[in-house]
């Protein structure tokens, strides 16, 4: 039963990537403004991590309370940003998903998300 459950974790991973791949892929054909305004985001939702934190040690290493509060401060930006400027949101929630996946160790997402987002906001 374990290996069974390992195996769709692993699977549902492995389908989350592929879809987070088609989402970087579309955003690549997309028009410059919309590409400039999830490297936008990105650096939005980088900056306001590294004022807080300052880096992932920092991250790790505060009361857990700290880190559901800037789990939640980045949600309700990117909720916040939808209706003002979509690609800024988008730039916001993927930096979220690059954030976790590296803090979770996840490396494949992590460091294909993190290339795509560090020459998105390099284009910025």
Avoid: C
């Amino acid at each position: 039963m374990k290996h069974y459950l390992f195996h769709r974790s692993r699977e549902r991973a492995e389908t989350a990537f592929e879809e987070l791949k088609k989402v970087v892929n579309r955003l690549k054909a997309s028009p410059p403004q919309t590409r400039s305004a999830v490297g936008a985001g990105v650096q939005l939702a980088n900056d306001h991590f590294v004022r807080r934190f300052a880096g992932f040690e920092s991250f790790r290493q505060s009361p857990a309370a700290e880190q559901e509060r800037f789990w939640s401060e980045l949600s309700e930006l990117e909720l916040g940003l939808r209706g003002q400027e979509v690609g800024l949101a988008l730039g916001v929630g993927l930096y979220r998903i690059w954030l976790a996946d590296t803090l979770a160790g996840q490396r494949n997402t992590a460091d294909f998300l993190g290339e795509q987002l560090a020459e998105l906001s390099r284009k910025n």
